[in-house]
């Protein structure tokens, strides 16, 4: 199973992600709407019997991690310098960081990844020669209340995902006991 760990904003979000894509010229393939979404963690492939475990994980991270809400101001590339391969929008939480952390800890022999955590919304792939995008300006907050477990199946239309499982994150009331977010069972991505 080839799994990763992601927030996925609310459809009003991807829609105004997804509108900007209308800038894309020459071999870049975007992101399907209802796709786009914020990696905590890529797993790569892993054995069904440790399914288990990665459950385990993310609810370990997510009981120990609030409610926090993100913002997406603007884009940018991967690699920044020279010919970009990814398209992306920023992302900033207090809590992405945090989260990511916590899966890699939990799970370091999957997110063992030397380059770091950047908290972004992949927008398109560069699959060729294909000029940059001019810069675009994003207002956009959404809360994040949850995370899930994804299960990515690479078809030659492109990835299907699945939802395996949603992690809520906790958040504490006055005496300092800890409750699940509002409405985190929900997600916009079910299929």
């Given at each position: 199973?080839?799994?990763?760990?992601?927030?996925?904003?609310?459809?009003?979000?991807?829609?105004?992600?997804?509108?900007?894509?209308?800038?894309?010229?020459g071999n870049w393939k975007p992101v399907r709407e209802d796709q786009i979404h914020?990696?905590?963690?890529?797993?790569?492939?892993?054995?069904?019997?440790?399914?288990?475990?990665?459950r385990a994980a993310g609810r370990a991270a997510a009981q120990a991690a609030p409610p926090f809400r993100a913002r997406v101001r603007g884009t940018g590339?991967?690699?920044?310098?020279?010919?970009?391969?990814?398209?992306?929008?920023?992302?900033?939480?207090?809590?992405?960081?945090?989260?990511?952390?916590?899966?890699?800890?939990?799970?370091?022999?999957?997110?063992?990844d030397e380059?770091?955590?950047?908290?972004?919304?992949?927008?398109?792939?560069?699959?060729?020669?294909?000029?940059?995008?001019a810069p675009v300006v994003f207002d956009l907050e959404f809360p994040v209340e949850a995370f899930v477990?994804?299960?990515?199946r690479l078809t030659p239309k492109g990835p299907t995902y699945t939802i395996?499982?949603?992690?809520?994150?906790?958040?504490?009331?006055e005496r300092g006991k800890q409750r699940t977010a509002k409405g985190a069972g929900e997600h916009p991505q079910a299929d």
């Open positions: 199973m080839r799994l990763f760990f992601a927030v996925f904003p609310p459809r009003p979000v991807q829609r105004e992600l997804a509108a900007a894509q209308a800038a894309l010229r914020l990696t905590l963690g890529f797993l790569g492939e892993v054995p069904e019997p440790e399914l288990a475990r990665v590339f991967f690699p920044n310098e020279g010919r970009p391969r990814v398209w992306f929008a920023r992302a900033e939480g207090e809590g992405f960081e945090p989260l990511a952390l916590a899966l890699r800890e939990a799970l370091p022999e999957r997110l063992d380059r770091g955590f950047k908290a972004h919304l992949t927008l398109a792939r560069r699959k060729g020669p294909a000029p940059r995008v477990l994804v299960e990515s395996l499982d949603t992690f809520s994150l906790k958040e504490r009331d």
